[in-house]
């Protein structure tokens, strides 16, 4: 199951992708054109992405981690399960956001807001990118920003029960999201608009959806039998 989660990470955050340039297409989009003259771009988006992975992947080894130290505390197969289903509900509540038909997702997010409001100064503070070094810098501290698609797959790192597999799990989610903001910094507008039609939002969403949904009736199929 683990391995089969990795994959499922990843396509949750390739089909959430309009989700991601909706976030954080302003941002690569804001690192990409204030560069020193006759800097190469893709160095910063490079970068930019490298931290922001990276960032993932730290929250998924720290929760991962957490829940080894407390669910050795409590029935871990209980605590398991039912960290896994909430996961995969998350996951359904995201593809509907990303699909059009709800917006609780928006609320979820606003939790995260204490968080960012600490980590926001360090970045204005690192702005202008001026190195490849310091693009790696904005994009680890943009990692944490609020965003109901990487609290989903928070959730399933955390129900991992182990640091190494709630790492994994979170790099996954990354590298998923990452054809799209590498796109997102080269054709910007051009690639926004795009995913921002109704039938690509409506195939994404029900695609994020469907994977949540195939999740939660395996757990629960397993759990019955």
């Given at each position: 199951m683990?391995?089969?989660?990795?994959?499922?990470?990843?396509?949750?955050?390739?089909?959430?992708?309009?989700?991601?340039?909706?976030?954080?297409?302003?941002?690569?989009?804001?690192?990409?054109?204030?560069?020193?003259?006759?800097?190469?771009?893709?160095?910063?988006?490079?970068?930019?992405?490298?931290?922001?992975?990276?960032?993932?992947?730290?929250?998924?080894?720290?929760?991962?981690?957490?829940?080894?130290?407390?669910?050795?505390?409590?029935?871990?197969?209980?605590?398991?399960?039912?960290?896994?289903?909430?996961?995969?509900?998350?996951?359904?509540?995201?593809?509907?956001?990303?699909?059009?038909?709800?917006?609780?997702?928006?609320?979820?997010?606003?939790?995260?807001?204490?968080?960012?409001r600490?980590?926001?100064?360090?970045v204005?503070?690192?702005?202008?990118?001026?190195?490849?070094?310091?693009?790696?810098?904005?994009?680890?501290?943009?990692?944490?920003?609020?965003?109901?698609?990487?609290?989903?797959?928070?959730?399933?790192?955390?129900?991992?029960?182990?640091?190494?597999?709630?790492?994994?799990?979170?790099?996954?989610?990354?590298?998923?999201?990452?054809?799209?903001?590498?796109?997102?910094?080269?054709?910007?507008?051009?690639?926004?608009?795009?995913?921002?039609?109704?039938?690509?939002?409506?195939?994404?969403?029900?695609?994020v959806?469907?994977?949540?949904?195939?999740?939660?009736?395996?757990?629960?199929?397993?759990?019955?039998?």
């Amino acid at each position: 199951m683990i391995e089969t989660n990795f994959w499922i990470l990843f396509l949750a955050g390739l089909l959430g992708g309009g989700h991601c340039v909706g976030m954080c297409g302003g941002i690569v989009a804001a690192l990409t054109l204030h560069q020193p003259p006759g800097y190469a771009r893709w160095r910063v988006l490079a970068g930019y992405n490298l931290g922001r992975v990276a960032s993932y992947t730290l929250i998924g080894a720290l929760l991962g981690g957490l829940a080894a130290g407390g669910l050795s505390l409590a029935s871990t197969h209980a605590w398991q399960l039912g960290l896994a289903a909430l996961a995969d509900l998350m996951l359904i509540a995201m593809g509907f956001y990303l699909a059009g038909f709800a917006q609780a997702v928006t609320a979820l997010e606003k939790l995260g807001q204490p968080v960012w409001r600490r980590v926001q100064p360090l970045v204005g503070r690192m702005l202008p990118v001026r190195s490849a070094g310091g693009a790696v810098a904005v994009g680890a501290a943009w990692g944490w920003l609020p965003c109901g698609l990487v609290y989903s797959a928070s959730i399933s790192a955390l129900a991992s029960g182990s640091a190494w597999n709630g790492a994994g799990m979170m790099l996954a989610f990354g590298l998923g999201t990452l054809p799209n903001l590498l796109l997102m910094g080269v054709f910007a507008d051009g690639l926004r608009r795009w995913m921002q039609k109704r039938p690509v939002r409506l195939a994404a969403g029900l695609g994020v959806a469907g994977i949540g949904a195939w999740r939660l009736a395996q757990l629960v199929s397993g759990t019955i039998s």
